[in-house]
């Protein structure tokens, strides 16, 4: 009992016979074709098919290499032009054009791979990239100024806050709890920063009405620091802290 023996899988004759021509290094204008006739029969008889439509073409291309290999040991006929023809010709024109199909369906195939992974599809971006906003960078804001400096200003402002309350009369009657929102201090800034574009820290916070409004437009302006709203500069040392938008007017 023979070793069962797996042959490679052809598309075709043609196909076959590059095969033979790569496998053994030849030129495909100068095709040995007795030593590629006998190894394509060799093939030939191994294949165990069914399906008589594949076996009849490659049996066609069989009787074609015969009757080459036939041809090639007649003299060569002439033709008009007195030039000698080659029985191999029109087999090498159909491998040439064979091989460029082919290769083109190779690079057809790789441009369809490419192009799948290009397809749209929804976005997988996590929730928290989405989310994410560039840090701003408060030294730059600041613009050579330190917290040390406005908490120097704010701490003034607080204490003539505390000046103008009148320690005897503030004993007396009801005091009502005061509700200053951040959110709602900070659109307020934003507004005036964007009718004002350029004005004093100070100034700002002296026309605050209590000790609580300062604290809240205090924060309210270091948060619009930190989102790059506004940046504070003070042009030499002893100058006016001043406050500049960076909003658009509406």
């Known amino acids: 009992m023979g070793i069962p023996v797996k042959l490679q899988v052809f598309e075709g004759p043609l196909d076959l016979l590059l095969h033979l021509i790569e496998k053994n290094k030849v030129n495909i204008y100068d095709i040995p074709i007795v030593e590629i006739t006998d190894q394509y029969m060799d093939y030939i008889h191994a294949m165990e098919r069914e399906d008589l439509n594949i076996m009849s073409e490659f049996m066609v291309m069989a009787a074609t290499l015969i009757s080459i290999k036939c041809r090639m040991l007649l003299p060569r006929e002439v ?56 840090p ?27 000046d103008k309350v009148d320690p005897i009369r503030s004993k007396f009657g009801k005091i009502e709890k005061e509700e200053v929102s951040l ?36 924060l309210a302006i270091l948060e619009l620091m930190k989102m790059g709203k506004i940046f504070i500069r003070q042009e030499h040392i002893f100058d006016e802290i001043e406050i500049e938008s960076r909003l658009e007017r509406g």
């Open 136 to 162: 701003v960078d408060t030294s730059e804001l600041l613009d050579g100024l330190t917290l040390e400096k406005l908490n120097a200003i704010f701490q003034s402002v607080i204490r003539r806050q505390e």
């Open 183 to 218: 959110p709602e201090k900070m659109e307020e800034i934003e507004e005036y920063a964007r009718l004002h574009k350029k004005f004093s820290f100070r100034d700002l916070l002296e026309k605050q009405a209590s000790k609580v409004q300062v604290i809240v437009s205090f």
């Open 79 to 134: 033709n008009d032009e007195g030039e000698e023809e080659d029985p191999r010709d029109e087999l090498v024109r159909q491998l040439l054009e064979y091989k460029m199909y082919k290769y083109m369906s190779y690079e057809l195939r790789d441009r369809m791979a490419a192009a799948a992974k290009k397809v749209y599809k929804l976005p997988t971006i996590p929730e928290e990239v989405l989310s994410y906003r560039e």
